[in-house]
């Protein structure tokens, strides 16, 4: 049994969620200059930029004089037609030369006309994708709209490409244009410009490429002391001499140690006290699927959804729900809930089920919240995942296409106690799961035991190995059940609480720090009478 590569490592970065077939052709532009404002107005391109330097376009689908061009310095508007077959779409090239490490993609563009189809842009370090979008022009988007992205670039990668398409809806109308005005990459992230003590504001400079502060006024209280020319004079280090636990850092208007949401070590969680505390060494996956999948997708604002589950073959208290974030997510808090199947489509909410989750924008990673007292869950039913976002558009993990469904409901402030949906669809499941504790009786017990792994499949030496995930049901190579061990030194597990009268099959995989996990060991089976 030999772990394998991370799926986050191999993923970075791409989801398939606009057209990604390749572009022949191309034609030059000059280079967009403007600074984006409400008003086109050609401006030096800002120092530390990385501005789009050309683009390339569907060949044949192309009305003579219509093709993406920069407005801000020959005042002609760009315009994106489609041809009778098909969308046009256009991709921009953002060389890096070099550059690597954190960024923001930045887009100002707009509509031509209040009429026409919706435009996608979407982002790839790849020219032939997939592209991830990030920015989205609709009927009501006639003045300058600027579109953020942050971006890791990883060393070596040679060019960012931006992709335009749109809806498709009309045919061949003039109506569908749009005007770009500015598209870079800029090294610095304005998000990082906050006001600290002694400080009434703080906002990203002319040039977007660090931050303008303004200090409060002269007098002004601060921890422990008073402000003067923005510094506050006179505080106490309420962190001198405070030694916090790993995982933790002191916090300077308290002097108390707190954790964050993913700063404990393995084996830890970070309480609602904010303190790292030992975990339990096992959890059980109730239901849903704990796999990171490969397809990033999004949910605005205001827009629910839920997804079919049906549960492993031992019931169980649920205790958590978890969702994995993709990295382009931008909301701060995701309302989540377990609803009872009513024939293929969500029914009631179930008692005890709903919490927030909260989470940092633009972080991918599991989160998740406790329930204080969570519903009962039976074998081998069928549950529906909802989620609700209304602080930021929610970008999540889901497999397309093989399993599961997937319902919608739109304009919604909560979640509510009885789904209304819009519209339901087959073949879809995301990253997400409920854990718990197992309640159900038992008749039957299976002992396992696995040597540990100390190689990598290169041959190299497995160094981070940090717990092993055992999968089991009653149908060979399809494991319902799961169960995390997060000590690296267990080799053997008893599973408990097996209803009678069926095989089960049992599997292994080794888990590293780096979020590697091996494949599947040899399967193992026994019955239950």
């Given at each position: 049994m030999q772990p394998r590569q991370s799926k986050e490592a191999l993923l970075l970065?791409?989801?398939?969620?606009?057209?990604?077939?390749a572009c022949d052709g191309s034609g030059e532009i000059e280079e967009p200059i403007s600074d984006g404002a409400e008003t086109s107005s050609s401006l030096a391109n800002p120092v530390g930029h990385l501005v789009a330097t050309a683009e390339a376009i569907t060949p044949g689908e192309r009305p003579s004089g219509t093709y993406l061009q920069t407005q801000a310095q020959d005042g002609v508007p760009e315009l994106l037609r489609e041809g009778r077959r098909n969308s046009l779409q256009a991709t921009w090239t953002v060389p890096l030369g070099g550059a690597s490490g954190n960024h923001?993609?930045?887009?100002?563009?707009?509509?031509?006309?209040?009429?026409?189809?919706?435009?996608?842009?979407?982002?790839?370090?790849?020219?032939?994708?997939?592209?991830?979008?990030?920015?989205?022009?609709?009927a009501g988007d006639t003045a300058y709209k600027t579109c953020r992205q942050a971006l890791s670039i990883a060393p070596g990668t040679a060019s960012v490409f931006v992709r335009v398409t749109d809806s498709i809806a009309r045919k061949d109308d003039t109506a569908n244009a749009i005007e770009v005005d500015y598209l870079a990459l800029i090294s610095f992230d304005c998000s990082a410009c906050v006001p600290a003590a002694c400080q009434t504001a703080s906002v990203c400079n002319a040039n977007e490429m660090g931050c303008t502060v303004t200090p409060a006024v002269d007098g002004t209280a601060c921890t422990n002391g008073t402000c003067n020319a923005g510094i506050c004079v006179g505080a106490t280090d309420l962190c001198a001499g405070v030694a916090c636990a790993a995982g933790e850092s002191c916090h300077s208007a308290t002097g108390a140690c707190e954790c964050a949401a993913t700063s404990c070590p393995a084996g830890s969680i970070c309480s609602a006290e904010k303190r790292c505390v030992q975990s339990s060494s096992e959890t059980t996956v109730l239901v849903g699927n704990p796999a990171v999948e490969s397809t990033e997708d999004w949910e605005t604002v205001g827009d629910a959804d839920a997804f079919e589950y049906t549960s492993g073959a031992q019931a169980g208290k649920a205790s958590k729900i978890n969702v994995y974030t993709a990295a382009g997510n931008q909301a701060a808090a995701l309302q989540v809930a377990l609803y009872a199947d009513n024939a293929g489509v969500p029914g009631a909410m179930l008692a005890g089920s709903s919490c927030t989750i909260s989470m940092p924008a633009g972080v991918a990673g599991w989160f998740g919240c406790a329930l204080s007292d969570g519903p009962q869950l039976s074998p081998s039913t069928k549950y529906w995942m909802a989620a609700l976002s209304t602080s930021g558009e929610f970008h999540w993990r889901a497999q397309d296409g093989s399993r599961g469904r997937y319902s919608y409901s739109t304009g919604k402030t909560s979640l509510p106690s009885t789904w209304n949906q819009t519209g339901t669809y087959a073949g879809y499941a995301r990253s997400a799961y409920v854990e718990g504790a197992v309640t159900s009786s038992a008749v039957g017990t299976a002992e396992l035991s696995w040597d540990a792994p100390t190689t990598l499949t290169d041959g190299s030496p497995l160094t981070d190995l940090t717990g092993y995930r055992i999968y089991y049901g009653t149908s060979s190579g399809s494991y319902s059940t799961i169960v995390n061990l997060t000590d690296p030194a267990m080799v053997t597990y008893t599973l408990s609480n097996l209803p009678s009268g069926a095989t089960y099959f049992f599997a292994v995989t080794a888990l590293s720090a780096a979020g590697?996990?091996?494949?599947?060991?040899?399967?193992?089976?026994?019955?239950i009478p």
């Open positions: 970065g791409f989801a398939a969620l606009l057209v990604a077939s923001t993609l930045k887009l100002v563009a707009r509509r031509a006309a209040a009429s026409g189809d919706d435009f996608y842009f979407g982002w790839s370090t790849s020219f032939s994708g997939p592209f991830t979008r990030f920015c989205t022009l609709t590697g996990e091996s494949a599947y060991s040899a399967e193992a089976s026994k019955l």
